[in-house]
């Protein structure tokens, strides 16, 4: 079935320490994932995305990592800062042609202690 | 223009209101999304809107009705809810599959 879920619910790392949130999905077909980072009261802010044809993908300061053979996916937060605490959630593309939604995953929150 | 904005951003209502929810985006995006989160929860999915017509409807009670006027709005319309009906309730729109989403900051809805 479609489910997207993450390894720990919570993850606490001191400032300058490199974070990894991992997570796990279920449906081999799914094409597309992508990474959330949601800060309280406020909506889901895109952080990243990757395509299935691609193994790592970069943007400043953060790298995403699909292995498609275990079907896992992982956030990697490099030189963390205070500003990175936040819910952070990964979602998958999912649904059929003309209907297709994103799958959320059931978020690890992230502290960054000083 | 990267933005999807939402009015309001608070909201109370009694089980016997009716209200309306608003989210506008300025983006050309043709996929328009309305999510429900409760807290600690991700974003649950309610409806979506693809080239303005209505193409997911995930079950949700008829309590809530959305409308899509156009291809830069949407609107939540909103009767007779029930208390566990409070949560953030989240706009998002986006080019079409396999594009990054693109949410707003939300509306925050008590039902008393």
């Known amino acids: 079935g479609e489910s997207v879920g993450l390894h720990l619910p919570t993850l606490s790392v001191q400032e300058g320490d490199n974070s990894i949130i991992n997570c796990a999905y279920s449906n081999s077909a799914s094409d597309y994932f992508i990474w959330y980072k949601q800060e309280s009261g406020k909506g889901p802010q895109f952080i990243i995305d990757?395509?299935?044809?691609?193994d790592k993908r970069q943007g400043q300061r953060v790298t995403v990592l699909l292995n498609k053979t275990v079907k896992h996916l992982s956030l990697q937060i490099a030189a963390t800062q205070p500003g990175d605490s936040a819910v952070y959630f990964c979602a998958e593309e999912a649904g059929v042609q003309g209907a297709q939604k994103l799958v959320f995953g059931q978020g690890t929150r992230l502290t960054i202690n000083p | 223009d990267t933005e999807v904005t939402q009015t309001p951003k608070h909201l109370v209502m009694g089980m016997t209101n009716k209200k309306s929810l608003k989210c506008e985006q300025h983006m050309g995006h043709r996929a328009m999304y309305w999510y429900k989160q409760k807290a600690k929860k991700p974003p649950e999915l309610m409806f979506v809107?693809?080239?303005?017509?209505?193409?997911i409807n995930e079950s949700v009670p008829s309590r809530f009705s959305p409308e899509c006027p156009n291809s830069s709005l949407l609107n939540l319309h909103l009767h007779a809810l029930q208390p566990e009906d409070s949560a953030l309730y989240l706009c998002?729109?986006?080019?079409?599959?396999?594009?990054?989403?693109?949410f707003g900051p939300g509306t925050r809805l008590t039902v008393l």
């Open positions: 809107y693809s080239y303005e017509k209505l193409s």
């Open positions: 990757i395509r299935s044809n691609m």
């Open positions: 998002a729109s986006r080019k079409g599959a396999g594009y990054e989403q693109f």
